[in-house]
């Protein structure tokens, strides 16, 4: 069914935006289940030949950053200047606070968006960037304010891994993240690209063949070349810090994760899905499917997605080989159907797989007490609070008064918000009653909030 929804949607979309060629790959749990293409390249040829993924390779910029972080080389609220000197002229507004690499990763420095400037400035010399910048530029705000996506954002964090490192940003890419993921079809440079699939441009008479130039300064915010092969590994990398697989690789399970949660809001859209960005990924929250981490890219010639749902772990990447093809369309629409049915369910099990030990002796404790309470079992794992919050004597009554008998759980009605929290239903002589437990943050947990409701419309 997912690859027939995923087969029917590219097919769909390569027709209505005319692009060309569309190479794509669904994934479940890590590992790619199904190949696809629209156009001349059947499928397993599409998906070794590289596309541009444009702003896509801002999420292997962000993470080498965290790699330097996280080896000691800086620090993410290092201020800008403190790396690039020659920087201490680029025009922050009047009384403002530092720029700091934390708010070029997060796209927060301020900068205006620069959609479609910053996509015609690929192979602009390193030389001319830095006099671009030490001449000043203009900012909509001081950094750390709001949200607003910047190209230049990540042009910079490549100029701060080089002078980190005293190396070539495309260099350290490689030899940190490209290399030790077998990643070898990707690259930043043009020449190597054997096979590509040609980028197309459209003007009035149709569509031309897009000119590609050298990489450039702004490399680290779209330059990177890739294939559908290569990204299912960069996506189950990514991905796969959700999972309980050991943490192997060139990056932390950890940075991973830092790097798709929300730091900074973004927006709400039409349909309700709450927008935010981590680092080089976006984040956002359906009301009813749950998070999908996602990234796009758009180039002269060009047009990618890339996206995964974590709780379900179904991810889809696509790649187009016309100028802003939509696959951000295209793949968040086939992502919803496909994990639709089994979003809800497959987040209350993620939430329930994490409960602490404790907060499942705790449940098995409130289910005793419906049935024959017993003030010493309590007491060994109460917290300070809870007679204090209602007295024993109180609570006993109340308790005592459901004349539960003995009781059910309702395995399907358990639901977590949290490894400390549990909320679920038992089936009893008297109706159906909802128990709520919280546990404390202390060395040994213990009960902080014990909550027994009667749901029986009867009652």
């Not at 609220?77 to 934390?102: K, N, Q």
Request: net charge negative; aromatic share 6%; proline share 7%.
């Amino acid at each position: 069914m997912a690859v027939g929804i995923l087969d029917e949607r590219m097919a769909q979309a390569a027709s209505t935006h005319s692009v060309p060629v569309v190479s794509y790959g669904l994934m479940l749990g890590g590992e790619l289940v199904h190949r696809g293409s629209v156009g001349d390249f059947p499928p397993e040829r599409a998906a070794a030949s590289p596309f541009r993924i444009a702003s896509m390779t801002k999420s292997f910029t962000a993470a080498t950053v965290l790699l330097l972080r996280d080896d000691g080389l800086l620090a993410l609220d290092t201020p800008l200047v403190d790396v690039l000197p020659w920087a201490r002229s680029i025009g922050l507004p009047s009384t403002s606070p530092p720029l700091r690499i934390s708010h070029l990763l997060t796209m927060t420095a301020g900068f205006p968006t620069d959609d479609p400037w910053g996509d015609r400035q690929e192979s602009l010399p390193i030389d001319e960037f830095d006099a671009l910048v030490a001449a000043g530029l203009t900012f909509c705000r001081p950094p750390g304010l709001e949200f607003e996506y910047a190209n230049i954002a990540y042009a910079l964090l490549g100029r701060v891994i080089t002078t980190v490192t005293g190396q070539d940003y495309r260099d350290v890419v490689r030899e940190r993240l490209l290399d030790p993921l077998d990643m070898q079809s990707s690259t930043f440079d043009v020449a190597s690209t054997a096979g590509r699939v040609i980028g197309m441009h459209p003007v009035a008479a149709g569509l031309v063949e897009q000119e590609e130039g050298p990489s450039g300064a702004f490399s680290p915010m779209g330059g990177l070349w890739s294939t559908v092969d290569d990204l299912t590994k960069w996506i189950a990398f990514l991905e796969g810090a959700w999972s309980d697989a050991p943490d192997v690789g060139p990056l932390s399970r950890w940075s991973r994760r830092e790097m798709q949660r929300a730091h900074v809001t973004v927006g709400r859209d039409p349909d309700g899905s709450f927008g935010s960005y981590g680092m080089g990924m976006h984040v956002t929250e359906h009301p009813e499917l749950g998070r999908f981490i996602h990234h796009s890219g758009g180039y002269p010639g060009y047009g990618s997605h890339m996206r995964w749902h974590p709780d379900t772990r179904w991810a889809v990447v696509a790649l187009g080989n016309r100028t802003y093809a939509p696959m951000r369309l295209v793949c968040a629409e086939a992502l919803s159907e496909i994990v639709a049915d089994e979003a809800a369910e497959a987040a209350r099990l993620r939430a329930i797989d994490r409960l602490w030990p404790q907060t499942e002796r705790v449940m098995d404790l409130a289910e005793s007490l419906l049935e024959d309470w017993d003030d010493a079992a309590l007491d060994a794992i109460a917290a300070v609070n809870l007679d204090l919050d209602q007295p024993r004597a109180e609570r006993r009554q109340a308790w005592l008064a459901l004349s539960a008998g003995s009781v059910r759980r309702d395995v399907a009605s358990v639901t977590s918000r949290s490894p400390a929290h549990a909320r679920w239903m038992v089936d009893s002589q008297a109706g159906r009653i909802e128990l709520d437990v919280q546990m404390t943050a202390e060395r040994e947990p213990r009960l902080q909030s014990l909550v027994a409701r009667p749901l029986d419309a009867g009652r």
